[in-house]
């Protein structure tokens, strides 16, 4: 099969007993994709890119997705300000598996 290349997460089911047989990830170059079948007869993949958390993870702005920047700072200020004697040092959102901003 052809794939984009990243890392992708596999599973295979055998449908005659309705389980799942093998499953794990691989991380796809350029061309084509090789996922052996595990068992005899009938058997169905089914594929899932892994955006999160691989090395391939893809980053976006805030604004980009239509969060307000101004609030994202009133948030993290306000974390600074009530979160105990530890505090907060990062504040990383994820949104739909992706990189959405960090705030340090």
């Known amino acids: 099969m ?3 290349p990243g890392t992708y997460r596999y599973e295979w089911f055998a449908p005659a007993d309705g389980k799942q047989v093998s499953c794990g ?3 796809l170059g350029e061309g084509e994709a090789r996922f052996p079948c ?14 999160f958390p ?5 980053e976006r702005s805030p604004q980009s997705q ?3 920047s101004a609030r994202l700072d009133a948030a ?5 300000k009530n979160s105990g004697p530890d505090g907060v040092n990062q504040l990383l959102i994820v949104r739909l598996g992706l990189d959405e901003g960090e705030r340090r």
Do not use: H, I, N
């Open 54 to 58: 691989a090395k391939d993870w893809q």
């Open 76 to 80: 993290t200020d306000y974390l600074r």
């Open 66 to 68: 239509g969060l307000d």
């Open 2 to 4: 052809k794939a984009e």
């Open 38 to 51: 595990p068992v005899q007869g009938d058997a169905v993949l089914f594929l899932t890119r892994a955006v």
């Open 25 to 27: 990830t691989s991380t």
